[in-house]
């Protein structure tokens, strides 16, 4: 295999992917876990713990922290951001180009492998400097140890982004994973790997905090004695009093402990080349369903593949606008007169095109669900079913018209805002019918207060959507986004319970209003975006 090309190709793919708006999402909310992994030494939360006990913050124990958190976080947003690299190679042609070049399918995967592999690497840097820049601000302990800050991103987290990186790739080049469904099914792929990667009996050592965690452990019980809670704990808590520090000056690497590593980074290049035995590399003659109809698959599969929508490929190629070509047609006057309406009713069609009357049929089960189960449920368990099950039309809101080259022919609507107004009106009716059933037993049992948190819900669900649609250009954002939050809500965690699920004494425990104001300034944001970018191109 010649490799001269492969320095070009991974190079052109890693400048085009961290131009996109999503990995400036994902890197901004990285350096944000930076912050939250390194708490006051006040704080009521804390990422990293052995039960009552924190280290202090030098260079060891923020690394470890910060590295740790870092990894969850990548593993599970980072493959959003790197997941569609092969696809936009066949948007753009691209892909056709390369099948007509001697460039081999092994080769072609290496490059999407290691340019994936590099944005994911690119931001855990970006995070290694956060934590360096976090020690220093905490001031707990200002000696700058690099070995011992640096060590646990190298050792622990990288192995896992090379798996990730891998995993975008393998994704890709499966029909059933490509679109919407492999998005959701990563999700709870990544949440596995964060939480049973925890434990020391993880196959190759999990995220590899095992060594970590027993020099934690012989150091608190040198300084402290064996007396008080030491049981680990990994992930965003809140505690009810400051934790107690600890001196920990970091853990020693063994060669068990590099062959895991080692040996998780080899089964990711594996996995990245393994569809070399059946990738057509956008060859027709290899693929019977031919370039158009995987373009086909791509659109239609993140909102219908989990929604059962079909897929059919056409006979014939599609044309498709190349992202970087401006269609641009003269804007039309406004026509006055009760059209909204029907805007609204075409946008609900459109918002709803091609899902699987199985779809339909799930959601009505889970409608006849919610008026069946006993009132303490409604809230608790059929709430939060209902309003995961469109995750993949939701995501549909602010991107469809870009994705699928359309952007510059909604160009020459004269109002933006109430074209806008209006596909956010079809998210608020689909989020509505969806939840009707938890609406009308609240509205049963006079729950006033769950009343006002349902319609928050219906509110802020269509206008995160809209915001991160427009402004990221990409459904892959709001899946990042929205699947984390509703995990939360439905482990209990009020602050972020937009839906009401999450109750004290009968009663939301959430911060109901604030989720009003936020859906408000969400829509207007997008309003705002919307609207400069059309100034700007114009």
Not at 117 to 136: K, P
Request: aromatic share 8%; net charge positive; charged share 15%.
């Amino acid at each position: 295999m010649n490799l001269s090309a492969l320095p070009g190709l991974t190079a052109g793919d890693f400048k085009d992917r961290v131009r996109r708006p999503v990995y400036l999402v994902v890197l901004l909310a990285a350096v944000g876990l930076g912050y939250l992994a390194v708490p006051p030494a006040d704080g009521r939360w804390v990422i990293l713990a052995l039960g009552e006990y924190r280290g202090t913050y030098n260079s060891a124990y923020v690394g470890v922290a910060t590295a740790l958190a870092g990894a969850l976080w990548l593993t599970l947003g980072g493959f959003y951001v790197v997941r569609k690299g092969i696809a936009r190679d066949e948007e753009t042609r691209v892909g056709q180009i390369l099948a007509a070049t001697p460039v081999r399918t092994t080769l072609f995967l290496a490059s999407k492998f290691l340019s994936s592999f590099l944005v994911l690497a690119s931001m855990l840097g970006v995070l290694a400097v956060t934590a360096l820049a976090m020690q220093l601000v905490r001031g707990e302990d200002r000696g700058i140890d690099l070995v011992a800050l640096f060590k646990p991103f190298l050792v622990m987290a990288l192995p896992l982004l090379a798996l990730t990186a891998a995993a975008a790739v393998l994704f890709e080049t499966v029909p059933v994973l490509r679109g919407g469904v492999g998005n959701v099914i990563w999700f709870f792929v990544a949440l596995v790997v964060g939480i049973g990667g925890q434990s020391s009996d993880a196959p190759l050592g999990g995220l590899g905090v095992g060594r970590a965690t027993d020099s934690m452990g012989a150091a608190l019980t040198e300084e402290l004695g064996k007396g008080g809670d030491r049981a680990f704990s990994l992930g965003l808590t809140q505690v009810a009093e400051p934790l107690r520090p600890f001196r920990w000056d970091g853990f020693e690497l063994g060669g068990g402990l590099l062959t895991s590593r080692l040996l998780i980074v080899v089964i990711a290049v594996a996995l990245a080349l393994l569809p070399a035995l059946w990738f057509g590399r956008f060859d027709p003659s290899r693929d019977r369903r031919g370039a158009a109809a995987r373009v086909s698959a791509e659109d239609e599969g993140d909102a219908g593949s989990l929604a059962g929508a079909d897929t059919p490929g056409p006979a014939v190629p599609m044309y498709r606008p190349a992202p970087t070509a401006a269609l641009t047609l003269p804007k039309t006057a406004t026509e006055s007169g009760g059209t909204f309406g029907r805007l609204l009713a075409g946008e609900v069609r459109i918002l709803v095109g091609g899902v699987s009357p199985w779809w339909w049929v799930v959601a009505a089960a889970l409608t006849v669900a919610g008026l069946a189960v006993p009132g303490d449920l409604v809230t608790g368990l059929v709430l939060p079913a209902v309003w995961i099950w469109p995750v993949l039309i939701w995501s549909r809101l602010g991107s469809q018209q870009v994705e699928h080259g359309m952007e510059g022919l909604l160009g020459a609507y004269p109002a933006v805002r109430r074209r806008l107004l209006a596909e956010w009106g079809s998210g608020v009716v689909l989020t509505a019918v969806l939840g009707v059933a938890p609406l009308i037993r609240m509205a049963l049992a006079g729950d006033a207060p769950g009343l006002a948190a349902w319609l928050a819900g219906v509110l802020f669900i269509p206008s995160l959507a809209m915001l991160l649609g427009v402004v990221c250009r990409t459904h892959r954002v709001f899946q990042a986004v929205y699947l984390p939050i509703w995990y939360l809500v439905v482990n209990k965690v009020a602050a972020v319970d937009f839906m009401g699920a999450v109750r004290d004494a009968g009663a939301p425990a959430g911060p109901t209003p604030l989720f009003y104001a936020a859906a408000l300034l969400m829509l207007g944001a997008a309003f705002l975006a919307a609207e400069t970018r059309r100034n700007l191109t114009a």
